[in-house]
């Protein structure tokens, strides 16, 4: 495994190693002792799902507040998404910036997110499938989100907000300017 260091601070890509022949191929996903080796001693006690049917899906931006704001993992395991995280941590020299890249099925890496980031992705192709490993258990009352489509952030999402498949509680979430800073 490799890390790959990212312009916010924090957010790490991990590439994988791939063991392939004529089967096919093997790859361990998480190992906490080569983890550990790569500088991330994160504790994780949750793993999640998502499908998305469709291309145009977006989910997020999510994250999820003190005392139980999680680290998080993500991999796709299935299809593509346009993968985007937000810097909400108050004081932080890139607060409000972000980045975005693809993750893909076929490309073997994940992207670990520490807490005090908002997450979020757009699916480039149908049935796409996302796995998430977290450091905290889901906690309803403190997970929260940032408007994905909000222009101060200035993300050039792959879909319009006309075009985009959004649930209706990512479609009502407040702006960056509304949002208290807890991070």
Not at 60 to 89: E, M, N, S, W
Request: aromatic share 10%; glycine share 8%.
């Amino acid at each position: 495994m490799q890390v790959e260091e990212t312009a916010l601070e924090g957010v790490r890509i991990v590439h994988l190693d791939v063991f392939a022949d004529e089967r096919g191929s093997f790859a361990e996903t998480f190992d906490s002792g080569s983890f550990s080796k790569l500088g991330i001693d994160t504790v994780f006690v949750q793993d999640s799902w998502s499908h998305s049917a469709r291309a145009g899906v977006v989910r997020g931006l999510h994250f999820q507040l003190p005392p139980h704001a999680q680290t998080k993992i993500v991999r796709v395991i299935r299809g593509k998404v346009f993968d985007v995280i937000v810097d909400l941590r108050a004081g932080s020299p890139t607060f409000s910036q972000h980045i975005s890249f693809e993750l893909s099925a076929d490309d073997p890496k994940c992207v670990l997110i520490p807490g005090g980031f908002a997450h979020g992705f757009c699916t480039l192709e149908d049935n796409s499938e996302v796995t998430y490993k977290m450091s905290d258990h889901y906690t309803p009352d403190l997970y929260k989100g940032l408007l994905w489509c909000d222009p101060e952030l200035k993300i050039n999402w792959p879909v319009s907000p006309d075009d985009a498949l959004v649930s209706q509680k990512d479609a009502n979430h407040p702006g960056l300017a509304e949002l208290p800073r807890t991070f």
